[in-house]
Nanobody, 119 residues
Framework: QVQLVESGGGLVQPGGSLRLSCAAS????????MGWYRQAPGKQRDLVAA???????AYTDSVKGRFTISRDNAKNTVYLQMNSLKPEDAAVYYC?????????????WGQGTQVTVSS
C-alpha cells in the first residue's frame, strides 16, 4: 500500500522560502508520476508542479521561476522548493502520486501540509 507523508509547511513572510518534502512508502517511483497540488479555503485543488517517472517537469504558470520540483529516487522522496512566496501561495499543499492503467488514473494522496504566507 502506498503512503505519502508530507512535511515542511509552516508560516513564512512574503518573499520567504519553504521546502516541502513528500516521503513515499513502497516502491512507486519507477511506476508513478508525482506532483504537488494546493487547495486554498473555498477553492478547488489545483496542480502546482509535477514530475514524471522519466523526469519531465511541469509547473502552473503562477509559480514558474519561483518553485522547483525535484525527486530523489534513492530516498523515495519528492520535494517542492518554494521561493519568493506570496500571500496567494497560502494553501494546504498535497503530495500526489499517480499512474495510468487502461485509461484510468489511480491516485494516492498525502494528508496535506499547511503553508501560510503572512507578515
Amino acid at each position: 500500500q502506498v503512503q505519502l507523508v508530507e512535511s515542511g509547511g509552516g508560516l513564512v513572510q512574503p518573499g520567504g522560502s519553504l521546502r516541502l518534502s513528500c516521503a513515499a512508502s513502497g516502491d512507486i517511483f519507477s511506476t508513478h508520476d508525482m506532483g504537488w497540488y494546493r487547495q486554498a479555503p473555498g477553492k478547488q485543488r489545483d496542480l502546482v508542479a509535477a514530475i514524471t517517472s522519466g523526469g519531465n517537469i511541469a509547473y502552473t504558470d503562477s509559480v514558474k521561476g519561483r518553485f522547483t520540483i525535484s525527486r530523489d529516487n534513492a530516498k523515495n522522496t519528492v520535494y517542492l522548493q518554494m521561493n519568493s512566496l506570496k500571500p496567494e501561495d497560502a494553501a494546504v499543499y498535497y503530495c500526489n502520486a499517480w499512474r495510468w492503467r487502461a485509461g484510468v488514473r489511480y491516485n494516492h494522496w498525502g494528508q496535506g501540509t499547511q503553508v501560510t504566507v503572512s507578515s
